[in-house]
């Protein structure tokens, strides 16, 4: 199923085009280098085909386009997830690019909740390192996703944060397994 979502503020304007049957597809330009290559790896192993155009407010700073991407991003994944059926629900990744490894554990819950545990910070070229939480935050909320993403070890910024995109992308690929046998995963019979 694809799914389309438009949202227009005075300080972005954002299109995401977005389809969780797909292989891996991308077309991303939000007009950060550094974060069209995050959504890229994101699309690439989470095999969500993905399309993303953001114009935003970049003489301020990329704060603003990268919260509302995520934001965006969350609200079509909420539509696209639940009611959630004979899928595991529940998965964990580790990935590891060279000597950083982070961690993902989820659960699609349709309860938001984020433990965000990576020390990182500074800058990668001129992205600020500190708005990956921003995004993982907004996705989180918006798409009713409990999320733990933990620096396992690491020293290179740029190493960790692709990491922490990858972990992102393999433990949703995961949760979204097929299991006709799961029905509603859920003791309470609904998501």
Known sequence: MIKELKRVTKETDIEIKADLQGSGVSKIDTGIGFFDH???AFSKHSFIDLEITCRG????????????IGIVLGQILKDL?????????????????????VECDMDLSNRAYLVYEIEADG??????????????????????ISMHLIKKRG?????IIEA???????SLRRALVKNDRAGTPSTKGVL
């Open 38 to 40: 995050m959504l890229e």
């Open 57 to 68: 407010d970049l003489h301020v700073d990329f704060h603003h386009s990268v919260e509302d």
């Open 81 to 101: 997830l639940y009611p959630l059926q004979n899928v595991e629900r529940f998965s964990n990744s580790v990935v590891v690019m060279d000597e950083a490894a």
């Open 123 to 144: 800058k990668i070229g001129a992205f600020d390192v500190e708005l990956c939480e921003e995004f993982f935050r907004a996705v989180v909320v918006n798409a009713g």
């Open 155 to 159: 020293k290179n910024k740029h190493h």
């Open 164 to 170: 922490a995109f990858k972990a992102f992308a393999l």
